[in-house]
């Protein structure tokens, strides 16, 4: 199985500041023969279902803010909220899709400082 | 729009079984391939099994392989999970889900749509 782990578990970010959440995966999840990356970010906010917010590594979904972004390939994954808005608090999840089963990161809780 | 809204949870014993649903609309239900997720209390997100258009191809996560069957009725636009042989570890709100458009061969997009989740709790 693909491990996924995410730095920091947690971190509190001032109002219009930068968030930025590390993922990593145990093995590649490029795929070489579309050279896309098989790597999604979830939002979840307290008692909702988690939310796509990004897909292949770096395509915000519709409606997605565009102060959401997300970057990395291979093995190391980064998302980042470029301006911390309170709306923002929520538990964020890296997941991959390139094999079964698939597995997601622990979570990186973002608060505001 | 989209809607996916699961029943079924609720409290059974150790051993016991229980029979999740999800009823879905707003999209061409049999043109989709389906997944449940997981999440413990607390804790965070688990695949748990997904199915292929027809119904013909499952996978299961190791944890519930033998014990869960994943099924669907593309004539009445639901997707099950019977689940036997339930562990306190089986607790967990369990949420149906709806990746991006797959082949029909392999299924693998990121998770678009999800409900809002069933809580089944195995405790005596």
């Known amino acids: 199985d693909i491990v996924m782990t995410q730095s920091p578990d947690s971190l509190a970010v001032s109002l219009g500041e930068r968030a930025t959440i590390n993922c990593k995966s145990s093995?590649?999840?490029?795929?070489?023969?579309?050279?896309?990356?098989?790597l999604a970010w979830y939002q979840q906010k307290p008692g909702q279902p988690p939310k796509l917010l990004i897909s292949w590594a770096s395509t915000r979904e519709s409606g997605v803010p565009d102060r959401f972004s997300g970057s990395g390939s291979g093995t190391d994954f980064t998302l980042t909220i470029s301006s911390l808005q309170a709306e923002d608090v929520a538990v964020y999840y890296c997941q991959q899709c390139y094999s079964t089963p698939f597995t997601f990161g622990p979570g990186t809780k973002v608060d505001i400082k | 729009e989209v809607l996916l809204v699961e029943s079924g949870g609720g409290l059974v014993q150790p051993g016991g079984s229980l029979r999740l649903s999800c009823a879905a609309s707003?999209?061409?239900?049999?043109?989709?391939?389906m997944l449940w997720v997981r999440q413990a209390p607390g804790k965070g997100l688990v695949w748990v099994s997904r199915i292929n258009t027809g119904g013909s191809s499952t996978t299961y996560a190791d944890s519930v392989k033998g014990r869960f069957t994943i099924s669907r009725d593309n004539a009445k636009n639901t997707l099950y999970l019977q689940m036997n042989s339930l562990r306190a570890e089986d607790t967990a709100v369990y949420y149906c889900v709806r990746p991006g458009y797959c082949s029909s061969t392999s299924c693998h997009t990121p998770f678009d749509y999800w409900g809002q989740g069933t809580l089944v709790t195995v405790s005596s």
């Open positions: 707003g999209f061409t239900f049999s043109s989709f391939w």
């Open positions: 093995q590649s999840v490029l795929y070489s023969s579309n050279n896309k990356n098989y």
